[in-house]
């Protein structure tokens, strides 16, 4: 079956670590997103990928980074310099960036020790 | 300014009855996409249903219609015999074309359903 899929489900970090969450996608799609959701909000785009070895940053890349090496695969690092990392983080992907449908994976729920 | 407004933040409907959750949206872009997702309480963000701006149709998938009203700048997702698996969050959300760089997705600040038994 096709999809995205993220881990871990729930990640603790302690207080100046820097955590990765991955995000992986077997739907052959260029294109990949990091989204954070704060309680009873809506989406913030961190960074996207259109292509392998390309990213640019969102409205909220301060504090965190991201590598994209291979297609199927976009992980998130949480920086220590990310003062306030508590929050959901989505992953989606689509075929291009313009009007295309965005698929999310199931999120991983950050929390801070 | 707000791109995506959703005005409702929780809305209370009866079991078997429709409902329509409200999304107005602003873009100078001619070329634009709408999009509803839909949240249950495990996080996922499931994709429900599309509309491309050009589209002349109003877009159907099952029990989901997307009321469009482009003059209007509207795009109202409209729930047919409503179940209780849909009581969730319910996000509106439009990508804009090329001419307004057309990488991001915006997302309104979504509406509860509840769905009464």
């Known amino acids: 079956d096709g999809g995205i899929t993220q881990s871990p489900k729930y990640l603790f970090r302690k207080e100046g670590q820097n955590v990765t969450l991955s995000c992986e996608q077997n739907?052959?799609?260029?294109?990949m997103y990091w989204y954070r959701q704060d309680p009873g909000q809506g989406l913030r785009l961190i960074y996207y990928?259109?292509?392998?070895?390309?990213?640019q940053k969102g409205d909220i890349a301060e504090g965190y980074s991201v590598s994209r090496e291979k297609k199927e695969s976009f992980p998130l690092t949480v920086t220590s310099a990310q003062k306030n990392p508590t929050a959901f983080y989505l992953c989606?992907?689509?075929?291009?960036?313009?009007?295309?449908?965005?698929?999310f994976g199931p999120g991983t729920r950050l929390l801070v020790l | 300014a707000q791109k995506i407004t959703q005005t409702q933040p929780g809305m209370f409907v009866q079991e078997k009855e429709a409902v329509t959750l409200d999304c107005t949206y602003d873009?100078?872009?001619?070329?634009?996409?709408l999009f509803w997702y839909k949240q249950p309480s495990s996080g996922e963000m499931i994709f429900l249903i599309y509309?491309?701006?050009?589209?002349?149709q109003n877009a159907t998938e099952g029990r989901y219609s997307l009321n469009f009203q482009k003059a209007r700048k509207s795009a109202n997702l409209v729930i047919s015999a409503s179940q209780l698996g849909d009581s969730a969050m319910y996000f509106c959300?439009?990508?804009?074309?090329?001419?307004?760089?057309?990488?991001?997705?915006?997302f309104g600040a979504g509406t509860r359903l509840f769905v009464k038994a």
């Open positions: 989606a992907s689509s075929m291009g960036l313009l009007v295309e449908t965005q698929y």
């Open positions: 739907l052959n799609h260029d294109a």
């Open positions: 990928s259109q292509i392998v070895n390309d990213f």
């Open positions: 873009t100078s872009d001619p070329s634009y996409g």
């Open positions: 509309q491309g701006s050009y589209d002349q």
């Open positions: 959300a439009m990508r804009e074309g090329r001419l307004a760089g057309g990488f991001k997705t915006i």
